[in-house]
């Protein structure tokens, strides 16, 4: 059993960076698939990256559009989103979970989630 946590957010101007983390605080997640995701709210949460445990092969939302980059450190048990030329519509909290079936879009394919990171692109 495995317990993220999400820090790195914050305020940011639109084009500018942030660089999330997602630390296992108990497990290791080297050998696992993780899945960032974000919400805003009134809005179902939404499939952000993944990167998996075997080749760390990473797929992205199409929204992405390569402004984003999910790496993972196992010595360090962290997973990273860069994020790069902000806009005020990637505001949400962002959240990391652990992947455990089928498709990697669906956040009910995922648990052992987060508490989320709340990033905020001001225009």
């Known amino acids: 059993q495995a317990q993220l946590a999400e820090s790195g957010g914050g305020l940011v101007q639109a084009g500018g960076s942030l660089r999330l983390s997602c630390a296992a605080t108990?497990?290791?997640?080297?050998?696992?698939?993780v899945g960032w995701f974000r919400q805003v709210p009134g809005k179902e949460r939404e499939f952000v990256a993944v990167?998996?445990?075997?080749?760390?092969?990473?797929y992205y939302a199409e929204f992405v559009e390569g402004r984003f980059t999910i790496s993972r450190d196992n010595n360090k048990n962290i997973v990273y989103l860069q994020m790069n030329s902000l806009k005020p519509t990637d505001t949400a909290v962002y959240s990391c979970?652990?992947?455990?079936?089928?498709?990697?879009?669906?956040?009910?394919?995922?648990?052992?989630w987060g508490l989320g990171t709340q990033v905020t692109v001001s225009s």
């Open positions: 990167i998996t445990a075997s080749d760390h092969s990473t």
């Open positions: 108990e497990g290791d997640i080297s050998w696992q698939t």
């Open positions: 979970a652990l992947h455990r079936l089928g498709t990697y879009d669906p956040p009910r394919n995922y648990d052992f």
